[in-house]
């Protein structure tokens, strides 16, 4: 049966996806979500001693990750299926892997080995701490890189000890990121004709995640220090208490700290020494939030957020994730979007986060069975019945 193309946008391209877990799988979605022919080359069952590390395929995590895709399953480890992945490679524009540097090699799909197959080839490869270096071997997990590129120690309240980002915001960023790079690459080989290998890895786009704080320790030598909820450096940005709860402001510059005084009705505030100025505001901020907090727990939080916004302070309420998609914006943007699954029936996942008018994306479907398409795949290439016979007698699919 025809595939259903989720959108026109990118639907002249094929992904060979090999990827998996998060990462990978984040890079990849952006392309399927955009009408992309990806193809999600999985082990068949019971070669992979990894097999199921990305969760329960009727999981929330897996069906949000995977949707848009067909399957195909190959045992790279076989010489015949090395010959179909070869022929895919050849009808393909990218090749997406996230599996330790030194694997591509062995099963000879690294670059330089596809780019004798189709010189147009784009490989991305997704990795803990990059394709080469004296960590290039270790195994790399969210966690590790939120560790090692300093996230977790500018994270959570003074004095706490390290504390992770409540979401795998190394991986999801390393993804999109590759997603990025291999975007770039398409253009560039419409000049040049030629494919190209694009690298992100997991301690690298942590690392780039931490943005102005690298920044104040690259320029200034600054190392930077738990301060829980407030703003490293523009306060008053944090979270306050109000009569029934907490609410985020950020009021940083001079007119919105002015404002904020007079819609909170504490227009002394302006006349003290220790708040005059963002800096002294900064280095005064306990002050500051005790302050703040004192004025705002006169009203709910519902009460404050409308004062604020109609004053023009940023504010906004600080949701669990069941008030997220109940929140009437939330709902408007479309961020949750029903998918149908043969196996699952109807359930919702997370929308594409990019929209574009005229070609916009969607989800299609939803996570595909394992090779629910691999005789379609196959055919698709020229296998015959009585090949496909051979390859499934042979465990190479």
Known sequence: MPRTIASTALAHLRILDLSRVRAGPTCVRQFADFGADVIRIESPPGVDPNEGMGGARSGSDFQNLQRNKRSLTLNLKQPQALEVFARLVKTADVVVENYRPDVKFRLGIDYESLAKINPRIILASISGFGQDGPYRDRPGFDQIAQGMSGLMSITGLPGQGPVRVGAAVADVSAGLFAALGIMTALLERERSGKGQWVQSSLLQAGITLTDFQAARYLKEGEVAAQVGNDHPTSMPTSAYKTADGHINVAASGEGMWTRLCGAIGREDLLERAEFKGQPARARHRTQLNAEINAALAKKKSTEWIEALNT?????GPIYTMDQVFADPQVNHLGVAVDVESRALGRFRVVNQAVKLSRTPPRV?????????????????????KQEIAQLRAAKAI
């Open 364 to 384: 299609a479907g939803a996570a595909p069975e394992a090779g629910e398409h691999t005789e379609e795949l196959l055919a698709e290439l020229g296998y015959g």
């Open 311 to 315: 004053a023009g302070i940023p504010c």
